[in-house]
Every structure is written in C-alpha cells, then in structure tokens.
C-alpha cells in the first residue's frame, strides 16, 4: 500500500507530469495560433487565380460593350456629316441651280467651314455627280439606319471591303 508521504510525493511528480503535458499542449496551441496567424496574411495562389480570372471576365464585357457603343457613336458622326453636307449641296444648288463637281467646291464657295471627316479616318465620305444629281455615301460599321431612305447609287470602287449592308447613301 502506498503511505501518505507517498502519496505526496507521487501526486506531486503526477502533477508535475501533467502539468508538463499541459504546458506542452499550451506551448503547441501557441505556436499553432501563431504560425496560423503569419501563415494567413496574404492570399494563396488559388485565391488570387480566381480574383484575376473574375476581374478578366469583367474587364472583356466591359471592353465588348464599350466597342458596340462607340460603333453606334461613329455611326450616328456618320449621318449627321451626311446632313450637313446634305444642306451645304441644297444651298449651293439654290444660288447656283446645279450641283458641284466635287465637294471641295462648297467649302470654297463658303457653304460649309471644312468637309467634315470620317471617324474611321480609313474610310472617306463618297460624292458622286451623275447627269445633275449627287449621291453621299458613307460605310457604316453596324446596321443601316431604317428612318433615312437609301438611294440607288453605285458603290465607289475607292470603298474597300464594302458591300451594300453597309454602305449608306443618300440623294438630294
């Protein structure tokens, strides 16, 4: 049988013995906590991956929908030149019954300040004169406009790549 003073000193070892368990298991829950914390302060590579393949998704519909509206942009540039042409070649007729040769004429004549420019500036504005009546032409870079009546012109052989769903013309 173990004796009091036994006891004592085997209680005491057992204390000590769990209490090293105790500041063993404290001492790994520390460095743990710790190494977790300092491992946890930047992104893992699968986390950044996503983040970069979200914000390309993002990037490319905000590219595609600003490329449509810059199109209808040009596009409407496009018939409001025409116009103005259209009015310059009008007042030019009143004073003089009888179109221009070439364009250049109405802005000597000082009926318009300059010819106005295509914002594609690979493509140009077409005029042509054919027994007293001109046809305007313009390419267009998305559908044709529906409430401006198309003329029945030819198109200029200088209009690369363009065919007659493209290609705006007008008649006075």
């Given amino acids: ?31 743990y906590l710790l ?9 893992t590579l699968v986390e950044l991956l996503i983040v970069i393949a979200i914000i390309g998704v993002l990037s490319s519909v ?4 600003t490329t449509a ?15 103005e042409i259209q009015l310059a070649l009008a007042l030019y ?23 106005p420019v295509d914002p594609d500036l690979t493509q140009t504005y077409e005029y042509q004169l054919n027994s007293g009546i001109y046809c305007l032409g313009a390419k267009f870079e998305g559908s044709m406009p529906n409430d401006i009546p198309d003329a029945d012109c030819s198109i200029p052989s200088s209009a690369q790549g363009v065919t007659n769903d493209s290609w705006f013309k007008v008649t006075p």
């Fill in 93 to 115: 007729y009143d004073v003089n019954r009888v179109y221009p040769s070439a364009l250049f004429t109405i802005v000597a004549d000082q009926y318009l300040p300059s010819i």
């Fill in 1 to 31: 049988m173990i004796s009091s003073s036994m006891y004592k000193v085997l209680s005491k070892k057992r204390i000590s013995i769990y209490g090293g368990v105790n500041m063993f298991r404290s001492l790994l829950t520390t460095h």
């Fill in 62 to 65: 905000v590219i595609a929908s």
């Fill in 69 to 83: 509206s810059r199109s209808k942009a040009h596009d409407v540039r496009r018939i409001g030149d025409l116009k």
């Fill in 35 to 43: 190494q977790s914390k300092t491992s946890r302060r930047g992104f």
